[in-house]
Structure formats: C-alpha cells, structure tokens
C-alpha cells in the first residue's frame, strides 16, 4: 500500500512539473496580512513588495504606490474596495480598476500598478 501511495505522489509531482502546477498545492502563495493591500513588483507576487494598510493610506485619496514598487501583481485583503491606477496622479485617461476587499489576488495585474485609492466600502 506505501509503495502504491508513493508512486502515485511521484507520478502526480512529475505531472505538477511537467505542466508548471508545481504551486498549486499552497495555500497562500505569498505573505500579505488581513488588513494589507500588498503590491509586488514582479507577476506571481515576486520581487520587492509594497504594503499599504488603513493605517498609512487615506481614504478616497489618491496615493502613489510607495517604496517606487511599481505593482505588476498585488492583493487586496483590506476590508475596503480599493481602485488601482495605470497613472501616478490616478488620471482616468490611463488604465484602472476597482477590486473588492477581503481577498482579491491578481497575480498578473492587467497593467503596471502606479496609484491606489482606497474607498469607504
């Protein structure tokens, strides 16, 4: 029964590799808190990472995203919607979208994340 169990996690690993799954067994693929919006520079949540919270951010204000991280892949785990901004200064000419809080995770942004702003609900 062992030998048959450890064949099959083999030929299931193998698989997950050959098919580029090998991520889809965790449970959360990066570290950002409940009450973070968390941007990273690279997609899949890699590279330098920005946080911003409640805290350090003000409602219905356009913010820059800090740190100089220019957002390729973020999470949004604030309780609050928040829209995401192509422009630096929030201009609507550029791109931008408003996502729903409590965990939303867009490991490939559908452009490079300059600004947020944070709303009431």
Do not use: H, K
């Not at 630096?88 to 490939?108: H, K, L, M, Q």
């Amino acid at each position: 029964m062992r030998t048959l169990l450890r064949a099959a996690l083999a030929a299931l690993f193998t698989l997950s590799t050959v098919l580029g799954l090998s991520t889809l067994a965790t449970a959360d693929p990066m570290p950002c808190d409940s009450g973070e919006l968390c941007l990273w520079a690279e997609p899949t949540f890699a590279g330098p990472r920005a946080v911003m919270t409640l805290s350090n951010t003000t409602l219905e204000e356009c913010v820059p995203v800090p740190d100089g991280v220019e957002g390729r892949s973020f999470a949004n785990r604030l309780s609050r919607p928040v829209t995401v901004y192509q422009d630096a200064d929030c201009a609507t000419e550029g791109e931008f979208d408003t996502y729903p809080g409590r965990g939303t995770y867009v490991p490939d942004a559908p452009f490079v994340v300059r600004a947020v702003q944070i709303w009431f609900s």
